[in-house]
């Protein structure tokens, strides 16, 4: 089993910048990949960014040249978001998995969520 606690949410305005952090523990080893989705409301839960430990990265087309991924090692994965929108506004989950791929699979683990709000 793998835990994961996010950290970094809040309000900000249009046009500023919010860092996101999460930490992994438990079975770390097993992990390949870690990243974030977020989830609006009513909406249907979109990755953000992944990447494995190897460095691949992929980016949701909405965040390329805004968000960028970094991991520390197989514990920790950050997101910094600069020129937020209010279109970023979503509750942000990360995501851990032992799987080669970028996406969250079953096999996958999900932190508790983090909200971010960005007003206009």
């Known amino acids: 089993q793998v835990q994961l606690v996010e950290s970094g949410g809040g309000l900000v305005q249009a046009g500023g910048s919010l860092r996101l952090s999460c930490t992994a523990s438990?079975?770390?080893?097993?992990?390949?990949?870690m990243g974030w989705y977020r989830q609006a409301p009513g909406k249907q839960r979109e990755l953000v960014a992944g990447?494995?430990?190897?460095?691949?990265t992929n980016y949701g087309d909405s965040v390329k040249g805004r968000f960028t991924i970094s991991r520390d090692n197989a514990k920790k994965v950050y997101l910094q978001m600069n020129s937020l929108k209010p279109e970023d506004t979503a509750v942000y989950y990360c995501?851990?998995?032992?799987?080669?791929?970028?996406?969250?699979?079953?096999?996958?683990?999900w932190g508790q969520g983090t909200q971010v709000t960005v007003s206009s």
């Open positions: 438990g079975n770390i080893f097993s992990i390949n990949t």
């Open positions: 990447m494995t430990t190897g460095g691949r």
């Open positions: 995501y851990a998995d032992p799987s080669s791929g970028i996406y969250y699979s079953p096999r996958g683990y």
